[in-house]
């Protein structure tokens, strides 16, 4: 096991290294700038459509609320509650700041993924309307890059079960053990039903679950966090100045914390914000290419907020919490720092933590089910669905009971590998993404 670790170890080195934060800082630059800002500017009428678009009698699966409401569930997830922390405690505050950019140039690149994945979607053998960057990298790009949709078909349905399955039943065994003192195999026993019964259903039963579950849980979440915020409320201004200074300023060793210069408040800044939102990673688009819409623009314009409110609201909410608590310092890790925060506040801030976490892992584990069903629905064919659900569900359990640091570290490589063939074909069709909006806001006016 300790040679795989320490392989594994160097690869993420490799990925994760200067060229992909550049190139998802840089991508995400690039299509913000060729979009003029559109994204940012427009973020009242991606809203606007959201409120619209909570049914529709488009061709398509799932409405475009509830479209966005799989993407979330997908991206709300234990990188909100414990990868924030683990950000901070690895980088630093600093690393908020990093992840901040990377959702303001993100919103941008899930824009033009859903664009994307809606303008090529395809059908399947059960009339349901598949999509994502492997079908963008097959029905947009020459035949020449067909390997690069299977490279990243490939990656998806490996890292998911990283990612989207073990990593989530890891984080909620572990609040629920030390928060509720329930056994991990329990709770991972516990999960494996309840996504069994769900995934059977498809993308309609999750969407549906996703619809009523996401707005309801982000809400509870939020509240509870701002709760903390009021609490601490003369602490803000103080905590808004170290997080920026970090930003910019190694930070020295300080209680429990070991001290971060610039480049880890950067890195893990960036990786844990790609962890949280996924912008650039590829698996959103694949939701949103159910979406009942004819109109590929109105779908990105949906599809954007996926980011901001991950990252730009959920996420800061749980940095800022941690950081004008004062205990970023304490040498505590992942949701267990989150829980520090919280419990700083409130009496009943660890039970919040760990509720949160639980439903948020539950919804991220269906969102991610569908995401990797269609990487291997495009390498195998339809008949491969069934025994991937199957799979998918056993697997569950297993992360209950594994090694965390080795999971966390596995998710991250692969994702960094799923989201370097769709920053290429990104970078490829941006003449298509900026075409289309061109011509969507010209009939507009």
Request: charged fraction near 10%.
């Given at each position: 096991?300790?040679?795989?670790?320490?392989?594994?170890?160097?690869?993420?080195?490799?990925?994760?290294?200067?060229?992909?934060?550049?190139?998802?800082?840089?991508?995400?630059?690039?299509?913000?700038?060729?979009?003029?800002?559109?994204?940012?500017?427009?973020?009242?009428?991606?809203?606007?459509?959201?409120?619209?678009?909570?049914?529709?009698?488009?061709?398509?699966?799932?409405?475009?609320?509830?479209?966005?409401?799989?993407?979330?569930?997908?991206?709300?997830?234990?990188?909100?509650?414990?990868?924030?922390?683990?950000?901070?405690?690895?980088?630093?505050?600093?690393?908020?700041?990093?992840?901040?950019?990377?959702?303001?140039?993100?919103?941008?690149?899930?824009?033009?993924?859903?664009?994307?994945?809606?303008?090529?979607?395809?059908?399947?053998?059960?009339?349901?309307?598949?999509?994502?960057?492997?079908?963008?990298?097959?029905?947009?790009?020459?035949?020449?890059?067909?390997?690069?949709?299977?490279?990243?078909?490939?990656?998806?349905?490996?890292?998911?079960?990283?990612?989207?399955?073990?990593?989530?039943?890891?984080?909620?065994?572990?609040?629920?053990?030390?928060?509720?003192?329930?056994?991990?195999?329990?709770?991972?026993?516990?999960?494996?039903?309840?996504?069994?019964?769900?995934?059977?259903?498809g993308i309609k039963r999750i969407a549906v679950v996703a619809g009523k579950l996401v707005p309801l849980m982000a809400l509870f979440y939020i509240t509870a966090g701002l709760m903390v915020l009021v609490v601490f409320a003369d602490k803000i201004p103080a905590a808004f100045g170290l997080i920026i200074e970090s930003a910019f300023n190694p930070v020295a060793a300080q209680g429990g914390f070991a001290g971060a210069a610039v480049w880890a408040a950067i890195r893990f800044g960036v990786a844990r914000g790609v962890f949280s939102n996924e912008a650039g990673l590829g698996s959103a688009p694949i939701a949103h290419a159910a979406a009942q819409t004819k109109e590929p623009v109105k779908q990105g314009l949906v599809a954007m907020l996926g980011t901001f409110i991950d990252t730009i609201i959920v996420c800061s909410i749980t940095g800022l919490a941690i950081v004008v608590s004062g205990v970023w310092s304490s040498g505590e890790n992942g949701a267990a720092l989150t829980s520090m925060a919280f419990s700083q506040a409130m009496p009943i801030g660890q039970y919040i933590v760990a509720i949160s976490l639980a439903v948020f892992a539950f919804t991220t584990i269906l969102g991610w089910s569908f995401y990797s069903e269609k990487c291997v629905q495009y390498l195998f064919g339809d008949k491969a669905l069934k025994p991937f659900r199957f799979i998918w569900t056993i697997v569950v359990p297993v992360g209950a009971v594994s090694s965390l640091e080795f999971i966390w570290l596995l998710a991250d490589t692969l994702n960094a590998m799923m989201a370097l063939p769709n920053l290429v074909a990104l970078l490829l069709l941006s003449p298509v993404v900026f075409k289309l909006t061109r011509e969507y806001f010209a009939k507009q006016q």
């Open positions: 096991m300790e040679m795989v670790t320490e392989i594994v170890n160097t690869i993420n080195g490799i990925v994760w290294g200067v060229p992909m934060l550049v190139m998802i800082l840089g991508v995400g630059l690039f299509l913000s700038i060729g979009l003029k800002l559109m994204p940012i500017v427009k973020l009242g009428t991606g809203f606007k459509l959201l409120w619209q678009g909570r049914s529709s009698d488009d061709k398509g699966d799932v409405s475009p609320f509830n479209a966005l409401m799989t993407s979330l569930s997908a991206t709300i997830g234990t990188g909100n509650i414990a990868g924030v922390a683990t950000a901070i405690a690895l980088g630093g505050p600093g690393a908020l700041f990093w992840m901040w950019c990377t959702a303001l140039v993100g919103m941008a690149t899930k824009f033009a993924e859903a664009v994307l994945a809606v303008k090529f979607r395809e059908t399947d053998g059960n009339g349901n309307h598949i999509g994502g960057p492997m079908y963008y990298i097959k029905n947009g790009l020459s035949s020449k890059w067909t390997w690069l949709g299977t490279a990243f078909a490939l990656f998806g349905a490996f890292a998911g079960f990283g990612i989207g399955n073990t990593v989530q039943t890891n984080s909620v065994a572990d609040a629920m053990q030390s928060s509720f003192g329930v056994p991990t195999w329990v709770t991972g026993v516990t999960l494996m039903v309840l996504v069994g019964a769900v995934l059977m259903g």
